[in-house]
């Protein structure tokens, strides 16, 4: 039998460090889940989110950071899942994961049992969350906290492995979130079929195969051009995922 292994000593440096994809990776992914929502669907989460936009709802996990109110919320963001380890094989996080808060807010908002404030913030929740989950690092392998821990130069200037997927390189391109969620592609209806046929989980799991291509780094730890030639169209194809299964969850809940 595996050793289990406890994602809790990781708890204290990668806290509140995590914001994935940045505002506009988060906001392509709200984009393009709305451009796949079912009319029933769009019509009631404009009721429930009071017209705001999924790509303005997006950032709202990110943003009430700065609220002690929810700071039960911070490690919500991640799961450290150990190579050659499946999720059920890990000890939980009794402050909660990734994984374990998008099946319990799914879960929550199918039933329909919520207030009016904690539908509209669960929701929200859930929008973030399904992101976050696409972004490689959001799912951790041991020791390094998402990639935080891993220094690195990005053009010159300090940065992070987990903070170069997050931002650095959408921002390198200077593009709005509408250019990011155009650029991402146009699924046709069979590749939408298969995206929105996969489970959370499987989310999760792709996420870890990544990991090569995600660690592949220069031994003097300078990125540039060539690290994001290598690695962008992976970024653009994880956001398009991300926008494309988060609609298929909402059209369950809400369609």
Known sequence: MKKLVCALMFIPLFAGQVFAWGQNGHRAVGLIAEQHLSKKAKKKIAKVLHETSLAEASVWMDDIKSD?????????????????????QTQKNPNGDIIMKIEELTKALKAGNLNEKQQGEYLKYLVHLVGDLHQPLH???????????????????????????????????????????????????????????????????????????????????????????????????????????????LNEIYG
């Open 68 to 88: 002690t109110a929810y700071n039960h919320t911070h490690d919500w963001h991640w799961v450290t899942i150990p190579e050659n380890m499946r999720y059920e």
């Open 139 to 249: 799912v951790g392998k041991e020791g390094d906290t998402g990639g935080n821990a891993i220094k690195l130069q990005w053009f010159g200037k300090p940065s992070n492995l987990h903070r170069v997927w997050d931002s650095d390189m959408i921002e390198s391109k200077d593009l709005s979130f509408t250019e990011l969620a155009r650029f991402a592609g146009n699924p046709n209806k069979k590749q939408v079929k298969e995206l929105q046929s996969t489970t959370v989980r499987d989310w999760a799991y792709e996420s870890m195969t990544y990991r090569p291509q995600v660690y592949n780094l220069p031994e003097d730890g300078k990125l540039s051009y060539r690290y994001s030639y290598d690695n962008f169209d992976t970024l653009e194809k994880r956001i398009l995922q991300a926008g494309v299964r988060l609609a298929g969850l």
